[in-house]
């Protein structure tokens, strides 16, 4: 998504500037939460350039040398000559500082071995000898652009040549190949038979294995759904006795604490005995400690009930994937942001789990797929979840509501009773389910 919206401003340079810094803000803010450090100089350089076309030097400069050392630092050789490249530009007017870039730009094409960047960037450096008039400059540029040519034909000639005899190889086995066909013509069909009456038996057997399979599957999907039900009752249940305690000590224990407190100050007012008003002052701590201590628990049982209930929720959806999908055939991805589920009330989690537990459903029946990804999180009042595999795709009819299957009809009925958006990306890579609910403000 960091790259999508970088590439949509960069292919679209008649965006006005208020649409260019919120998409490259919004790039931004993916790359750094995911720590994608090459995407993250990717669009500080994007800037950089930005600010150099609108004759902004002076903001260019410092935030260009940042963005080469950071690129130095990954170890990203095409962002360390896209930098160098840039203060070339910004000292335009000073061609030996630019050449002095440029030099360094072709020790880094160089080192990653692309002859036909070392050749462009060596074309640049000629130019601004010649802008710069300094023979000794001159002539050292040629010698190196003479070299890399040399070198970049050089290659070319050791492919043509390995090209050359490599389709000679191809004619000798194509000769050989016809040879060999007729004498292996008798011998594969007798082979093909017997594979077919093996293949015949294998699939007979497979079939009442797989009918076996999908009993004992729908048996266990049951059950550890009855187990999840049962989870979210006892943490409600546990959330609800928490929450009573915590009002019962707030409005109980805590009010006549503090009536004590209340009286003890007005005894000591009252009193001129200074050995009483020193053991009131005692007793006054005391209380002032019990009633802290009181409150600070019922607070703590309110929040206590919210944290378990979100750990429940990632305990069922890891337990739904690794009961349904396993280790062994499938390789998953789930993150989970809680913070997003706050406030999440118990009807929509239920119906976020079935939702999960409907499309990894159509994973295994249909998707063939061998990895398998679940991302929540929280973005502009909205909580979004994403499921993709690289399976074989969904037909395009199916991803219409009408000519859906029962389980996407399932998935759209829960999503439309929690007031939310549905959309479904799918072809020969791969499907992906992009789902968003309103989140209620507090």
Same mark, same amino acid.
């Given at each position: 998504?960091?790259?999508?919206?970088?590439?949509?401003?960069?292919?679209?340079?008649?965006?006005?500037?208020?649409?260019?810094?919120?998409?490259?803000?919004?790039?931004?803010?993916?790359?750094?939460?995911?720590?994608?450090? *090459?995407?993250?100089? +990717? @669009?500080?350089?994007?800037?950089?350039?930005? &600010?150099? !076309?609108?004759?902004?030097? /002076?903001? =260019? #400069?410092?935030?260009?040398?940042?963005?080469?050392?950071?690129?130095?630092?990954?170890?990203?050789?095409?962002l360390v000559i896209n930098a160098l490249f840039l203060l070339t530009g910004i000292y335009e007017s000073n061609p030996k500082k630019a050449l002095e870039y440029?030099?360094?730009?072709?020790?880094?094409?160089?080192?990653?071995?692309?002859?036909?960047?070392?050749?462009?960037?060596?074309?640049?450096?000629?130019?601004?000898?010649?802008?710069?008039?300094?023979?000794?400059?001159?002539?050292?540029?040629?010698?190196?652009?003479?070299?890399?040519?040399?070198?970049?034909?050089?290659?070319?000639?050791?492919?043509?040549? *390995?090209?050359?005899? +490599? @389709?000679?190889?191809?004619?000798?086995?194509? &000769?050989? !190949?016809?040879?060999?066909? /007729?004498? =292996? #013509?008798?011998?594969?069909?007798?082979?093909?038979?017997?594979?077919?009456?093996?293949?015949?038996?294998?699939?007979?057997?497979?079939?009442?294995?797989?009918?076996?399979?999908?009993?004992?599957?729908?048996?266990?999907?049951?059950?550890?759904?009855?187990?999840?039900?049962?989870?979210?009752?006892?943490?409600?249940?546990?959330?609800?006795?928490?929450?009573?305690?915590?009002?019962?000590?707030?409005?109980?224990?805590?009010?006549?604490?503090?009536?004590?407190?209340?009286?003890?100050?007005?005894?000591?007012?009252?009193?001129?005995?200074?050995?009483?008003?020193?053991?009131?002052?005692?007793?006054?701590?005391?209380?002032?400690?019990?009633?802290?201590?009181?409150?600070?628990?019922?607070?703590?049982?309110?929040?206590?009930?919210?944290?378990?209930?979100?750990?429940?929720?990632?305990?069922?959806?890891?337990?739904?994937?690794?009961?349904?999908?396993?280790?062994?055939?499938?390789?998953?991805?789930?993150?989970?942001?809680?913070?997003?589920?706050?406030?999440?009330?118990?009807?929509?989690?239920?119906?976020?789990?079935?939702?999960?537990?409907?499309?990894?459903?159509?994973?295994?029946?249909?998707?063939?797929?061998?990895?398998?990804?679940?991302?929540?999180?929280?973005?502009?009042?909205?909580?979004?979840?994403?499921?993709?595999?690289?399976?074989?795709?969904?037909?395009?009819?199916?991803?219409?509501?009408g000519r859906a299957t029962i389980g996407l009809k399932s998935i759209h009925r829960r999503i439309q009773y929690l007031n939310g958006e549905i959309r479904i990306?799918?072809?020969?890579?791969?499907?992906?389910?992009?789902?968003?609910?309103?989140?209620?403000?507090?």
């Amino acid at each position: 998504m960091s790259r999508v919206y970088a590439h949509y401003c960069l292919r679209n340079p008649d965006l006005p500037q208020d649409s260019v810094q919120y998409y490259m803000d919004k790039s931004t803010e993916i790359a750094s939460r995911y720590k994608e450090a *090459d995407m993250m100089v +990717y @669009n500080q350089l994007w800037y950089c350039d930005l &600010l150099f !076309s609108k004759g902004r030097l /002076q903001e =260019a #400069l410092p935030l260009t040398r940042q963005s080469l050392f950071d690129a130095t630092r990954i170890g990203n050789s095409n962002l360390v000559i896209n930098a160098l490249f840039l203060l070339t530009g910004i000292y335009e007017s000073n061609p030996k500082k630019a050449l002095e870039y440029l030099y360094q730009a072709y020790e880094v094409a160089q080192k990653s071995g692309d002859s036909s960047i070392e050749i462009y960037i060596l074309h640049s450096a000629l130019e601004v000898a010649k802008q710069l008039g300094d023979k000794d400059e001159i002539i050292k540029v040629y010698s190196d652009l003479d070299k890399s040519i040399t070198a970049d034909w050089e290659k070319s000639k050791e492919f043509i040549k *390995d090209y050359v005899e +490599y @389709n000679a190889v191809q004619d000798q086995n194509k &000769l050989l !190949s016809e040879k060999n066909a /007729q004498r =292996a #013509l008798w011998l594969l069909i007798i082979s093909i038979s017997a594979a077919m009456i093996v293949l015949a038996i294998y699939l007979i057997m497979l079939r009442r294995d797989r009918r076996a399979k999908a009993r004992i599957e729908a048996l266990n999907d049951v059950a550890n759904m009855q187990i999840m039900t049962m989870e979210e009752a006892k943490h409600q249940a546990v959330k609800e006795e928490q929450q009573r305690l915590g009002q019962d000590l707030h409005d109980g224990l805590s009010s006549s604490i503090a009536a004590i407190r209340y009286q003890l100050e007005t005894l000591m007012m009252d009193t001129s005995d200074i050995e009483l008003k020193k053991r009131l002052t005692m007793l006054q701590k005391q209380v002032e400690g019990a009633y802290k201590a009181a409150r600070n628990k019922s607070h703590e049982w309110f929040s206590a009930a919210d944290g378990e209930q979100e750990q429940s929720f990632e305990k069922q959806i890891i337990l739904l994937t690794d009961s349904s999908l396993p280790d062994s055939r499938y390789s998953k991805n789930i993150h989970i942001d809680n913070s997003s589920l706050s406030g999440v009330d118990m009807d929509t989690r239920i119906a976020l789990l079935r939702i999960i537990q409907e499309a990894i459903t159509n994973i295994i029946k249909h998707a063939k797929a061998k990895n398998v990804g679940i991302l929540i999180y929280e973005e502009d009042d909205n909580l979004l979840l994403i499921i993709n595999d690289d399976g074989i795709g969904l037909h395009e009819k199916k991803v219409n509501v009408g000519r859906a299957t029962i389980g996407l009809k399932s998935i759209h009925r829960r999503i439309q009773y929690l007031n939310g958006e549905i959309r479904i990306n799918s072809d020969a890579r791969g499907t992906e389910i992009m789902v968003s609910i309103p989140l209620e403000k507090s």
